[in-house]
């Protein structure tokens, strides 16, 4: 998003410069390059402002995020995905599912 923005703010404020260019080498009507001047450029402007102030507060919301249960949002041990009670769950779930996987009759191989 803050990539976005920095690109739509930067070529928005080329449009600026082009109509101001434009407007005092008389390629369109000076009015016209007046009017449409400033709200380009003061919208370039902010999108140029938020992209950059987005990819600086980018790395600290990926931060904040780490360390937390996927499923309940408790706080876990480095490195880990789940909270103990979920990580627990998760593990009898999966066991359960090889048991269940485990007790279909196997298909035979002919030969």
Do not use: N
């Not at 402002?49 to 931060?63: D, E, H, Q, W, Y």
């Not at 904040?64 to 408790?74: E, I, K, P, S, T």
């Amino acid at each position: 998003m803050g990539r976005f923005l920095r690109i739509a703010g930067l070529l928005l404020l080329a449009v600026a410069t082009w109509l101001l260019i434009a407007g005092e080498s008389g390629w369109i009507a000076v009015e016209m390059a007046d009017a449409w001047f400033g709200p380009v450029s003061q919208s370039g402007a902010a999108m140029l402002v938020l992209g950059l102030l987005s990819g600086l507060f980018a790395p600290m919301t990926r931060r904040m995020r780490q360390g937390r249960c996927v499923r309940c949002g408790a706080g876990t041990e480095r490195g880990q995905t789940y909270c103990m009670d979920h990580l627990r769950q998760t593990l009898h779930e999966a066991k359960d599912r090889i048991r269940r996987e485990g007790d279909r009759p196997r298909p035979r191989l002919q030969e």
